[in-house]
């Protein structure tokens, strides 16, 4: 997904790894945060991010896993971990892993990236009983903690959340659009970290490729999903997101709450 001022600005491939500093240990500067995962109003997922960014480069871990009564009815159990660059306003994935069990079954995605684009290294399950992909929006797309990372980067270093592009997890293809920021209470959760105001970032995602073939619900995955993203100024000139919102085609409405924060210097 090419994020940034404008899409131009962000869809250059990596460069290679040797002409740029290296990606931030997980050691420096490291951020800790944990969600409440809402659905429908429950309580039924926790959501813990690790991360270092640097003017140089990112690189973090995710873990998304059923919680309470929801683990009776509902397993899941995710892992993404991702290690990429900045070159100026440039998000420039390097890699991504996502592995875990969701959907009954054991799976993992690997994607490392270069001047062409995703190359899918490690898939399991397999699953060849999708549409093609289209491949001048797949070269130029990035993993989605890429594209979180070049909105973060995005949000501390020019105060803005427009942008636009393209997001790949291994199977389907996703195009985002971002607007913002403007200023606004956030809004009352579950145990919330934060009150107040923030910036809130407006956007819609849209699948645009890797449908199941002869699906009946190409037409709905096809169509705009909105979500907004509420924003935190820390006194470190850092921004981490405090409260998510945003709608899954199969789930409905989640709704992603900070409970806790912490940042190792």
């Not at 995710?78 to 420039?92: C, Q």
């Amino acid at each position: 997904m090419c994020l940034g001022v404008s899409i131009s600005s962000l869809c250059a491939r990596p460069v290679l790894a040797q002409e740029t500093q290296a990606t931030p240990s997980a050691q420096e500067g490291q951020t800790n945060l944990r969600y409440a995962v809402m659905i429908h109003g429950y309580h039924v997922l926790d959501a813990t991010a690790s991360y270092a960014m640097r003017p140089w480069g990112y690189g973090g871990t995710t873990h998304l896993y059923t919680v309470g009564l929801a683990s009776w009815f509902l397993t899941a159990n995710l892992t993404s971990t991702v290690e990429g660059r900045f070159d100026g306003d440039k998000a420039i994935p390097l890699s991504f892993d996502n592995q875990g069990y969701s959907r009954g079954k054991e799976r993992h995605a690997h994607l490392t990236f270069d001047q062409a684009g995703p190359h899918i290294t490690a898939l399991t399950p397999i699953d060849d009983d999708r549409e093609p992909l289209p491949k001048e929006e797949l070269s130029s797309s990035l993993d989605m903690l890429s594209a979180l990372a070049a909105l973060l980067h995005n949000l501390e270093h020019h105060a803005s959340c427009t942008m636009a592009g393209n997001v790949f997890d291994g199977l389907r293809l996703f195009h985002i659009d971002a607007q913002g920021p403007h200023q606004e209470s956030i809004p009352e959760g579950r145990n919330p970290y934060y009150t107040g105001t923030a910036f809130r970032c407006d956007f819609s995602e849209r699948q645009i490729g890797g449908f199941v073939k002869g699906s009946h619900h190409k037409a709905e995955q096809a169509s705009p999903h909105p979500g907004t993203a509420w924003l935190k100024r820390l006194d470190n000139g850092q921004v981490v997101p405090v409260r998510i919102e945003l709608q899954h085609p199969k789930l409905g409405k989640m709704v992603f709450v900070l409970q806790s924060l912490a940042y190792q210097p």
